[in-house]
């Protein structure tokens, strides 16, 4: 098989997969259904914020942020501009445009943040990031034409398990083909070693916007897939917990191991709601599961800091992500 | 004029409240290099021993200042002991590892007294109403400018733990090991000091400071429930920041900065601003000076 044809295989084995999957989730409750799409934003917002945490070593705590802005674009793109659309067909087109609009709504944002922000490193620019994140809710609270604290109301249900599937796949696609390019190992050379990479002549200030704006972008098409699911969305949904969320998806799954990550997605948005329904020894966990799901983060990080796949990419070589990106 | 004057009071005595709390990220990043998440909730965690402690010491001691000092001090050791088992359990072990492992545990720990304390069996998710513990009377100063007991008794309190620390910070033999231990753990553990015992030190009092500031904020604030330390813990933090983390003076002028930007800002701008305008300050202290007012910049070396 061809080398130059093989990433494209996957892609198209990618799509195959969600086309049969679709068939099948067709068939599961409401709930259950709900959960799945959940999951399935919850993937593409780790796996965006893993080419900025992961690959490219610049610890952002302000992701669910982004995810605002491209939630709040596209539902005011949709409710205030679009017609309203009926058929499938029109709605998936109008979803798609949607999602455009929200995704370089907060791929602006991220420029905005990254800019700025690339001068700090490690602890410091998790804190700037999660100040600029704190900064959007606390703006879009005090929009009353975006309604304010009450959130956006009465968006078109437009997205669905397909959609979001797919765009998975997508995004999958792109950010593990960017980063096995030349011009993607500069993202890894920033995060094993900034001054060195500098030396190499990699332009690291641009790396670093390029993965913020990047991973900005896709947060916002990930938020606006969540907008057209809800249909209501308010600034506390996009709160600092939501931020922390996401990045304990990435360091669960092993920060710059996709796929780790893409697991790690699926099994915290389930965990709590496993643990909602389980039982033992007479105890109800539902009461118990966010302490439990703190208390996994605390114990993972003392056993193994490095998350559950770090250290493998996808066909189990050892990769750089062994070594800790920051220090 | 006497409104401006009225905020700035109503600003320190918040100020004050934050620099108590900023005081403990400040000793814990000039100790250990990192900061500290789950500070705010040790601070939410003092908030509730006063409030548990209350009821007991009452009986005891009767009302007025005698049970106000018990229920601090109860705060501050609770705080104190809480800070020292998290070091212990969670913090000592990762002590070799990258800072952000370090970070991802605080984390971990943060959300874990929050979403425990918000367990029915423990404190419960609800408001508590935290007891009044000093009679409330209002002093109208000159021009029609008012301060009130409990505004007094933060003032005083926090100055006078302000001016313990210095004294322990700067004439003990701990504090003179602090010192050594935040310039260099290394060069310091070679002269033979105990580094786990002034690192657990340094927990204790960053944390029992922020218990005696939580007591502080509750009988102002007098609302509380377990998610109350995520937004003081992060102005805190702005705070120390602000003054130069890692700098005990810095964390106090930053806490007073800080306090009376966010009244300014509510009195005179909105209400609904009072969060973003400290967020807004951080940012740019951040991009301008990020060494803060009174820290040191160092340069990188390679």
Redesign the interface.
């Known amino acids: 098989m061809s080398t130059i044809l093989r990433p494209y295989l996957y892609l198209a084995g990618g799509i195959a997969l969600v086309l049969v999957l679709n068939l099948l989730v067709g068939g599961i409750g409401s709930y259950d259904q709900r959960i799945v799409v959940n999951i399935g934003i919850n993937m593409i917002l780790a796996v965006s914020l893993n080419l900025v945490n992961g690959f490219t070593g610049q610890?952002s705590l302000g992701h669910a942020g982004f995810m605002s802005v491209g939630a709040y674009a596209s539902a005011a793109f949709t409710t205030m501009v679009l017609p309203a659309a009926s058929d499938p067909m029109s709605q998936g087109l109008y979803l798609i445009v949607a999602l455009l609009v929200g995704g370089l709504a907060a791929a602006v944002a991220g420029l905005l943040v990254g800019v700025?922000s690339l001068?700090?490193k490690?602890?410091?620019l998790?804190?700037?990031t999660?100040?600029?994140g704190?900064?959007i809710r606390?703006?879009l609270?005090?929009v009353s034409s975006l309604g304010g604290a009450l959130g956006l109301a009465n968006i078109p249900r437009h997205t669905t398990f397909l959609w979001v599937f797919i765009i998975l796949v997508f995004v999958v696609f792109v950010i593990e083909r960017v980063i096995r390019t030349t011009y993607g190992k500069g993202f890894l050379a920033v995060r094993d070693d900034e001054?060195a990479a500098e030396a190499m002549g990699v332009n690291t200030t641009r790396y670093k916007v390029v993965a913020f704006v990047v991973g900005a972008f896709f947060a916002g098409i990930a938020g606006g897939l969540y907008a057209h699911y809800n249909s209501l969305i308010k600034p506390d949904d996009f709160g600092?917990?939501k931020s922390?969320e996401i990045?304990?998806m990435v360091?669960l799954g092993g920060m710059g191991s996709t796929y780790g990550v893409i697991f790690a997605a699926a099994a915290l948005t389930y965990l709590p709601e496993w643990l909602r329904s389980f039982t033992m020894f007479g105890i109800k966990f539902s009461?118990?599961r966010?302490?439990i799901?703190?208390?996994v983060?605390?114990v993972l990080?003392?056993v193994r800091?490095q998350g559950l796949f770090g250290g493998f990419s996808f066909k189990g070589r050892r990769a750089a992500a062994k070594k800790?990106?920051?220090? | 004029m006497s409104e401006f004057l009225q905020q700035v009071i109503n600003g320190l005595s918040l100020g004050a409240i934050y620099a108590l709390i900023a005081l403990g990220y400040t000793m814990i990043y000039g100790v250990l290099r990192?900061?500290n998440f789950a500070h705010g909730d040790v601070f939410m965690v003092g908030a509730y021993i006063g409030f548990y402690a209350f009821p007991k010491l009452q009986p005891l001691l009767g009302d007025g200042y005698g049970t106000a000092v018990a229920v601090l001090l109860a705060a501050m050791i609770g705080c104190g002991l809480l800070g020292v088992t998290i070091e212990r359990l969670?913090y000592r072990?990762?002590r070799s590892?990258?800072?952000?492992?370090?970070?991802?545990?605080a984390?971990?720990?943060s959300?874990?007294l929050e979403?425990?304390g918000?367990?029915?069996v423990v404190f419960g998710a609800d408001y508590k109403t935290f007891p009044t513990l000093i009679p409330e009377t209002t002093y109208t100063l000159f021009g029609g400018v008012s301060i009130g007991s409990t505004q007094i008794l933060v003032f005083v309190v926090a100055l006078a733990l302000m001016a313990a620390l210095r004294v322990v910070v700067l004439r003990t033999k701990i504090g003179t090991a602090m010192r050594a231990v935040s310039m260099n753990m290394n060069a310091a553990s070679l002269m033979g000091i105990n580094i786990n015992r002034v690192i657990s030190f340094t927990f204790f009092l960053g944390s029992s400071l922020a218990g005696a500031g939580a007591v502080l904020y509750a009988i102002s604030y007098p609302k509380i429930n377990p998610l109350m330390g995520?937004l003081p813990g992060?102005k805190a933090?702005?705070a120390a920041?602000l003054g130069g983390i890692g700098n005990i003076a810095g964390a106090t002028l930053g806490g007073f900065l800080i306090g009376t930007a966010e009244t300014m800002t509510a009195g005179y701008i909105?209400p609904?601003?009072r969060?973003?305008i400290v967020?807004?300050i951080?940012?740019l202290i951040?991009?301008l000076k990020?060494s803060g007012l009174l820290g040191k910049g160092g340069a990188e070396k390679?």
């Open positions: 610890f700025p001068r700090l490690g602890d410091y998790a804190i700037v999660l100040g600029f704190e900064i606390v703006i609270q005090n001054i600092f917990l922390v990045v304990v360091i009461d118990f966010m302490s799901y703190s208390l983060l605390i990080m003392l800091p800790a990106p920051i220090g | 990192f900061i969670a072990p990762l590892r990258p800072k952000l492992t370090v970070l991802i545990t984390i971990g720990i959300l874990f979403y425990t918000q367990l029915p995520i992060l933090f702005v920041v909105s609904s601003y969060d973003a967020f807004g951080l940012i951040l991009i990020p390679v």
